[in-house]
């Protein structure tokens, strides 16, 4: 058996409890001595976008672990709601931000990877998108990268 050397992640949604669990698999691979890459595809770009990488949200509806009746998550205000609680938790936690997750997983050589065919479908251009991108590759090359020595986790 051939220990892995890589770690690639495939962050395809973009929520805020969505976005930590791709950038802290990242560091701790990196800090492991992995080589890791994270390319992020459909929502999750949402998590690279310089518009929308501070204002990600945690949606009630659909998402049972928040304990409420998920009728309650289509009222107007619950979406709100449910971030402005969990940011309030996480800062009580001292957890650290999604932009200063990404700034300790760069320091740690984290490769960030947005997906060629999402940037054209969501019509966006490289400005719009944070410096910290290494590049934008379509899904060839992310196979490519995923090589018998990878471990590949899809969030």
Excluded: H
């Amino acid at each position: 058996m051939v220990k892995a050397k890589k770690l690639l992640i495939i962050a395809s949604k973009g929520t805020l409890d969505m976005a930590y669990p791709p950038l802290i698999l990242a560091q701790v691979g990196a800090a492991m001595g992995l080589e890791v890459g994270v390319f992020f595809t459909f929502w999750g770009l949402n998590i690279i976008r310089k518009d929308t990488i501070d204002e990600l949200k945690i949606s009630p509806v659909g998402n049972p672990a928040l304990g409420m009746p998920n009728i309650l998550g289509v009222l107007p205000g619950m979406t709100s709601l449910a971030t402005s609680m969990m940011k309030k938790r996480m800062e009580g936690m001292k957890m650290a931000s999604i932009r200063d997750m990404i700034k300790e997983c760069k320091e740690l050589g984290v490769k960030f990877y947005a997906c060629s065919n999402t940037v054209e479908l969501m019509k966006l251009r490289r400005e719009q998108l944070i410096d910290e991108v290494d590049d934008i590759v379509g899904a060839t090359t992310f196979m490519e990268m995923a090589s018998e020595d990878a471990i590949v986790l899809f969030i």
